[in-house]
């Protein structure tokens, strides 16, 4: 039996590292590395007819892990659980309790914001017990995502194949991808003409853009010149009018400017990608790392920033108090705010948590330059100075419009001027001002030149993942936890792929959505899906059931389901297409079927033929001074699943297949083979020998046919366009 008196069980190694250098040797503290029980992989796991009772399993993966839980808990009669303050901490709390259940154990709830030595002090003073309505709502949204998920995507595969997956946040989501590509394909641009104009006032020139027509207020695209011949015309009259332009109006204002509300999940991936180009799972993912605690100096680790999954802008007193006596002392009483400054969450929110904040105001990002990585202090820089600017004041900027006139003609001329930095002392970034204008007056004024610059309205933006995050927030769909997880499934299931920056819906996630919409309407709405985010916070208010809720969502997706049934088999004639083509093996038509992998070419006699191929792309292509190595055919380049690939030109009477050379020979010493073109199992593409495993070489980069002119090795490697050329072996760039 363990001479420690008390057991603390938490989810991460990370966070039981810092709990143990808190509490001294009379604690034990293990991890349980998440949540270690759920519903089966292999069946629904969940009776309708009990009250959607749930059946749960231990997971696979886990199993070493419980069993030495269940070691260790045997020598204790009190337990602290400590899982994150939300509802999937509430949940693997209660699963331990159950699975570490005994008469004579007290099982104790520590809930903490942030990992600090005073927090967790604190709450192990005051330890209160498992929140049942917080694990009910958990438990709702883990069975509501099994019933839709389980039964949807079981229907979806008997029109697909195997491999295809519907969710009630995850299709919704996709909905939302494919929704903006449809506005884009239907997008019709339209002509608009700018003229820009430069004058003089005295010396001082300043240049102005065409505002009014006659009087008819522009400002907008459709309002401007909307041909070449209306932009001459413009510009023609602006040639008669000679010298007869003024000055008609100077106007000036100041505005002030309110410093922006601290973080919250969907703000800081947002802007982590803006400012930094993180993607939303690396934001979290460095987030975590602040969150669960660094070792500074000599001193135990501690954690950096409060708890990072939270949707509401809610700051503590102390941390106010804190804040504003800090800022008072770096930027004098003066810059502070006389009121302490709140914020409103927006509706819906939680509200369980604070605000992403900074646990401790004083340790500044300057402090920890020599401790954290680069990345770690690049996302702890923005989440410090958006908490410290909330009680600084405001800034204050004077915007100034010059209008000037000439025979129906109006021009504007827009300046800022930061009167007062405000909030934006601590980082010049918060605030953006338009160009600066000369000292102007009401008055004459000389037309110098002009230019006209043809433009077309642009079609909405795709959504990058950040952006998708914050209009997944804007319509509330899905949580601070489960935005980075929805959109990595629908890239894992190759229903969107990257684009650069943004997220585009493949065929396959275009094909899917426009079907699930079709036969489960309701289910797959936004605002359903938002109804029922409402109704699982109303689970973990206690103002409504587990059972009650999970009946709501039951009724419109039977109904739907036993439609969509009826109708398998129309769909699954409705996604076939005709080729034209005959099987070669035994002469009936070839149809194009979805599968697993996609879209496959399939013989209509199957199950009595069991020819297929997958269909290519047609933009196929001879690979010039490549021939079949089996049948002496040209070989062609093409693009499959897996990306581009040779195959013999004489398929399918010969099925020879091979990667895509690089004319490049292996560097190797000994090895007469060729790099060829490979993707890891991951996707990302890497460049190997064509005699693996005889010969193991290998390079991420794209090889070069060039020698070092250093040091003699054989390649060179190309990085990208702005690293330019290196040498594998002497890492070293090479001058072009």
Not at 130 to 146: E, G, K, T, W
Not at 251 to 268: E, G, M, N
Not at 696 to 725: Q, T
Request: aromatic share 8%; proline share 6%.
């Amino acid at each position: 039996m363990s001479k420690k008196k008390n057991l603390v069980i938490i989810e991460s190694p990370a966070k039981a590292r810092s709990l143990r250098g808190y509490l001294g040797d009379s604690y034990e503290v293990v991890a349980s590395n998440g949540h270690i029980r759920d519903l089966p992989r292999n069946y629904l796991g969940v009776d309708e007819t009990a009250d959607f009772k749930p059946t749960y399993t231990i997971l696979p993966e886990k199993r070493k892990i419980v069993a030495n839980l269940k070691k260790i808990a045997k020598g204790y009669s009190r337990i602290y659980l400590a899982a994150d303050p939300d509802r999937e901490g509430e949940a693997i709390c209660w699963h331990l309790s159950q699975i570490l259940y005994r008469k004579d154990v007290v099982f104790n709830r520590l809930r903490f914001n942030a990992i600090t030595k005073d927090t967790i002090l604190r709450s192990l003073k005051k330890p209160s017990s498992i929140d049942m309505q917080l694990v009910d709502a958990q438990q709702a949204r883990r069975v509501m995502d099994r019933l839709v998920g389980y039964k949807v995507s079981s229907w979806l595969q008997r029109i697909m194949g195997k491999g295809k997956s519907a969710g009630r946040v995850q299709s919704v989501a996709l909905r939302i991808i494919q929704e903006r590509e449809d506005a884009i394909n239907s997008f019709l641009p339209v002509e608009y003409w700018l003229i820009d104009a430069k004058f003089i006032q005295g010396d001082t020139p300043f240049s102005a853009s065409l505002s009014r027509i006659d009087h008819n207020t522009s400002g907008k695209p459709g309002k401007y010149p909307g041909c070449e011949d209306e932009a001459c015309s413009i510009i023609e009259r602006m040639s008669r009018i000679g010298t007869n332009w003024e000055i008609v109006k100077v106007a000036s204002r100041d505005k002030s400017v309110q410093p922006p509300p601290p973080f919250i999940t969907s703000t800081l991936q947002q802007t982590a990608s803006n400012r930094l180009s993180f993607s939303p799972s690396r934001t979290m993912s460095l987030a975590q790392q602040l969150y669960e605690g660094i070792s500074i100096g000599t001193t135990e680790r501690t954690g950096l920033i409060t708890y990072m999954r939270t949707d509401s802008v809610r700051m503590s007193p102390e941390s106010l108090k804190s804040c504003r006596e800090y800022l008072a002392e770096k930027y004098g009483s003066a810059s502070v705010t006389p009121k302490v400054r709140r914020y409103r969450s927006s509706k819906g929110s939680q509200d369980a948590h604070e605000a992403i904040r900074p646990v401790d105001i004083r340790l500044t990002p300057g402090k920890l330059e020599s401790i954290l990585t680069p990345s770690q202090l690049s996302l702890y820089r923005l989440i410090f100075r958006r908490f410290a600017a909330t009680q600084l004041k405001d800034a204050i900027i004077s915007n100034t419009t010059v209008t000037v006139s000439g025979a129906g003609l109006e021009f504007s001329a827009i300046g800022e001027v930061l009167l007062d930095r405000g909030f934006s002392a601590i980082d010049p970034a918060f605030i953006k001002t338009k160009n600066q204008l000369p000292k102007l007056s009401v008055g004459e004024v000389l037309l110098e030149s002009f230019d006209k610059e043809q433009k077309f309205t642009s079609p909405p933006p795709r959504f990058s993942e950040a952006r998708l995050v914050a209009e997944m927030k804007k319509v509330g769909i899905g949580r601070p936890s489960t935005y980075v997880a929805t959109i990595n499934t629908l890239r894992k299931r190759e229903y969107v792929e990257k684009d650069g920056k943004v997220l585009k819906p493949t065929e396959l996630g275009t094909t899917s959505i426009r079907i699930l919409i079709k036969m489960f309407p309701h289910i797959f709405k936004v605002d359903f899906t938002a109804r029922m985010e409402e109704l699982l916070d109303s689970v973990a208010k206690g103002t409504e059931t587990y059972t009650g809720v999970l009946k709501q969502l039951s009724l419109p997706l039977e109904s739907s389901l036993q439609m969509a049934m009826k109708n398998t088999e129309n769909f699954r004639n409705e996604l076939q297409e005709e080729t034209g083509e005959t099987c070669p093996e035994c002469g009936a038509p070839i149809i194009i079927r979805w599968g697993r992998y996609g879209k496959f070419k399939a013989c209509t006699s199957f199950p009595g033929c069991r020819y297929s191929s997958p269909v290519e792309e047609d933009n196929s292509s001879e690979f010039e001074g490549r021939k079949c190595p089996q049948c002496a055919s040209s070989m062609l380049q093409k693009t499959g699943r897996y990306g581009k690939y040779l195959s013999c030109g004489n398929h399918p009477k010969c099925r020879h297949t091979e990667p895509v050379p690089t004319g490049v020979l292996c560097p190797a010493p000994g090895c007469s083979g060729e790099l060829v073109e490979k993707k890891s199992r991951r996707g990302r593409l890497f460049f190997a020998c064509n005699r693996y495993p005889e010969c193991k070489y290998a390079v991420w980069n794209r090889p070069v046919d060039r020698a070092c002119p250093r040091c003699g090795f054989p390649i060179l490697i190309e990085k990208n366009k702005k690293k330019g050329i290196w040498c594998p072996e002497c890492r070293k760039k090479i001058e072009t």
